[in-house]
């Protein structure tokens, strides 16, 4: 059963660099044509799509972040990134990564990570 | 990308049926049959009850249904229990080859 799981640091300065990855594990990210992407959730807030990529590479950003996104994969260790520069406050969220259901672009989510906290402060 | 406009709370008493709404543009709702829908509870991560407007994942219970009408997208949940109490989630693809979420619902089962 695929499951995806997210790592990275639970606290970033303002300013910096928020990198988070997604690692996958009951199935190899390579072996169908599926895409993957982040979303995120403000602390009481509702979800909001960050990006997404195609196994092989493509990328679709939301073009309100898109100027400080990106996503990456590594089939390799079977994982993908997200990096998201100039943090601020605002940017403080439970982020997750999921499994688009579709095989011809962003469809549904059909399998989420447990989610993870970042706080930006100083 | 604006967010899809849904309602910020619906209630209902158990046996009862609700509907909770999904408002976007013919950019995103009204110009695809890729809407979905999810279930949130406090603390953990949504789960896919509705996909493609009106179709239901293996595992999730026949009293879930969606459908579409224009640029709104509806969600209905028949035979209230207990258990549906939690936040729903409305999303959907557009023109941009992306998505958007709605604001999100909180179902209170009176």
């Known amino acids: 059963q695929l499951q995806l799981q997210e790592s990275g640091p639970g606290l970033v300065k303002p300013s910096e660099t928020l990198s988070l990855t997604c690692s996958v594990s009951?199935?190899?990210?390579?072996?169908?044509?599926?895409?993957w992407g982040w979303i995120r959730q403000p602390p009481g807030k509702g979800l909001e799509w960050i990006g997404t990529?195609?196994?092989?590479?493509?990328?679709y950003y939301n073009s309100s972040l898109k100027s400080r996104v990106t996503i990456s994969i590594d089939t390799s260790k079977n994982q993908f990134s997200v990096k998201l520069s100039s943090v601020t406050a605002a940017d403080t969220a439970v982020y997750y990564c999921a499994r688009h259901k579709t095989h011809w672009g962003p469809g549904a989510f059909d399998i989420w990570g447990q989610g993870t906290m970042v706080t930006v402060s100083s | 990308q604006s967010a899809l406009t849904q309602p910020a709370s619906v209630s209902g008493s158990p046996g009862q049926s609700i509907t909770i709404s999904c408002t976007g543009t013919?950019?995103?709702?009204?110009?695809?049959?890729?809407v979905s829908w999810y279930q949130q509870y406090p603390g953990k991560a949504p789960k896919l009850m509705i996909y493609d407007v009106s179709n239901r994942p293996s595992g999730v219970s026949n009293r879930f249904s969606g459908s579409k009408s224009g640029n709104t997208a509806s969600l209905t949940i028949s035979g209230l229990q207990a258990e549906d109490e939690a936040d729903y989630f409305c999303?959907?693809?557009?023109?941009?080859?992306?998505?958007?979420f709605g604001g999100g619902t909180k179902l209170t089962v009176l």
């Open positions: 009951g199935g190899s990210i390579s072996s169908s044509p599926y895409y």
């Open positions: 013919s950019n995103d709702v009204g110009g695809f049959n890729y």
């Open positions: 990529i195609y196994y092989v590479g493509g990328t």
């Open positions: 999303s959907s693809y557009t023109i941009r080859s992306t998505r958007v």
